[in-house]
């Protein structure tokens, strides 16, 4: 079994950043794929980072490629996703998600991901 908890949000302007952590608890965490999930009021939840268990494959959805940053420390069972250049599209709930490191699904698909965490709000103002 494995807890995540999300810490970082909050309320930001655009052109702002903020910093997500995703804390586990997971007694062998560098096992497990880590991702980045949003979802904005009334709308699906969405892909938006991942990254593999060693750190050595990260991938984006285009909305924020070159803004947004994942990465993650084994040493500290914790991930990160670095928020740039904010805009109110990306205002949403962020949820962090863990997958055993050998499911073969693609690393954007929502039910690959057997753990999740209770979300952190991000709200950007314009």
């Known amino acids: 079994q494995v807890q995540l908890v999300e810490s970082g949000g909050g309320l930001v302007q655009t052109g702002g950043s903020l910093r997500l952590s995703c804390a586990a608890s997971?007694?062998?965490?560098?096992?497990?794929?880590m991702a980045w999930f949003r979802q904005a009021p009334g709308k699906e939840r969405d892909f938006v980072s991942a990254i593999s268990w060693s750190g050595g494959s990260k991938y984006y959805a285009d909305s924020v490629k070159d803004r947004f940053t994942i990465s993650r420390d084994n040493a500290k069972k914790t991930t990160y996703l670095q928020m740039n250049s904010l805009k109110p599209g990306d205002t949403a709930v962020y949820y962090c998600?863990?997958?055993?490191?050998?499911?073969?699904?693609?690393?954007?698909?929502?039910?690959?991901?057997?753990?999740w965490g209770q979300g952190t709000q991000v709200t950007v103002s314009s």
């Open positions: 997971a007694r062998t965490f560098g096992n497990f794929d």
């Open positions: 998600a863990a997958r055993n490191r050998w499911t073969n699904s693609g690393t954007s698909v929502q039910g690959s991901y057997d753990y």
